[in-house]
């Protein structure tokens, strides 16, 4: 059995490798950990410097800390080979500037929905869904 240093330690060094393999660190990506009945889900949500939005890059649900960042470490490593990219334009309530967003998801549903996680659906207008060409 593992003790709780070691789960500590193993779980901040497999964040460090998803914030590395992202190219993304300190504020501007969130690890959000829930109890969900006997699982635990971990929410990776990303934080654009440049309008201050938040959105989510993926969702993964397992039985521990360690097992979710290990699938979402996974993830991460093959997202791109495995999802279709879009690219969102929309306007966020109460602003007059027009902002362009990319995702990694299955479709555009699952592309809007990382686009209004957490918030309210009438905050955002959006103007444009489109997905990219495979380069």
Same mark, same amino acid.
């Given at each position: 059995m593992e003790s709780t240093t070691?789960?500590?330690? /193993?779980?901040?060094?497999?964040?460090?490798?998803? /914030?590395?393999?992202?190219?993304?660190? #300190?504020?501007s990506l969130l690890f959000e950990f829930r109890q969900l009945d006997n699982k635990t889900r971990l929410d990776l949500i990303t934080v654009n410097p440049r309008h201050h939005q938040s959105f989510l890059l993926h969702s993964e649900v397992?039985?521990?800390?360690?097992?979710?960042? =290990?699938? %979402?470490l996974s993830y991460v490593q093959s997202y791109r080979d495995q999802e279709?990219? !879009?690219?969102?334009?929309?306007?966020a309530r109460d602003d007059k500037e027009l902002n362009t967003s990319y !995702?990694?998801? =299955?479709? %555009?549903? /699952?592309?809007?929905?990382?686009?209004?996680? #957490?918030?309210? %659906?009438n905050t955002i207008t959006v103007f444009s869904i489109v997905l990219n060409p495979v380069s």
């Open positions: 070691d789960v500590h330690v /193993e779980s901040a060094r497999i964040q460090k490798q998803i /914030e590395h393999h992202l190219g993304i660190s #300190g504020n397992g039985y521990d800390k360690l097992e979710v960042l =290990r699938k %979402m279709s990219s !879009f690219t969102v334009q929309w306007i !995702f990694r998801a =299955r479709n %555009m549903y /699952e592309a809007l929905d990382k686009l209004y996680y #957490g918030r309210d %659906m």
